[in-house]
């Protein structure tokens, strides 16, 4: 069974090849081009059992061409903007990195700290506070300013 399978993949063989050759998808190396020639043509075999050799070529280049110009499709739509991405090194990127901001982990925490501390304020503190994170200008800023260096100065 398995051999006859081979037998028949050889035969298309030259379709896959030839596609790999017209249409360019992104991160595929040859063994992926095999793996999805194979992959079309059981799914061609396992839906019409019966196909002879004549038609075998027609139906195979037909279904083989539509699945890769879907992936392309796919590859190419705005929607999936991440998956066209590159997978690259940070270590040989870092130098294009930039270092302002905090990492997602140390805002999560800064976020954290910034509730506890508002927790812990009185009800006309918390107003207060409200007006300072909003970037309100009100008498007693400066005073909650300080206040509030010296309970994040862990943060320095």
Known sequence: MMEQFEAMYAKVRGIVLRCRKDYYVQL??????EQEGMLVLYQLLKQYPELGEEKL????????????????????????????????????IGHKLTQGGLLPDDQYLLQAELTRYRSSLSQASQERYDRLIADERFKGRRELLRELREYLSDWE
């Open 28 to 33: 595929w190396e040859q063994e992926d081009w």
């Open 57 to 92: 070529y027609v139906y195979y280049k037909t279904k083989f061409r539509n699945h890769v110009l879907d992936v392309i499709r796919k590859q190419e739509s705005q929607k999936r903007k991440l998956n066209r991405m590159a997978y690259e090194e940070v270590s040989e």
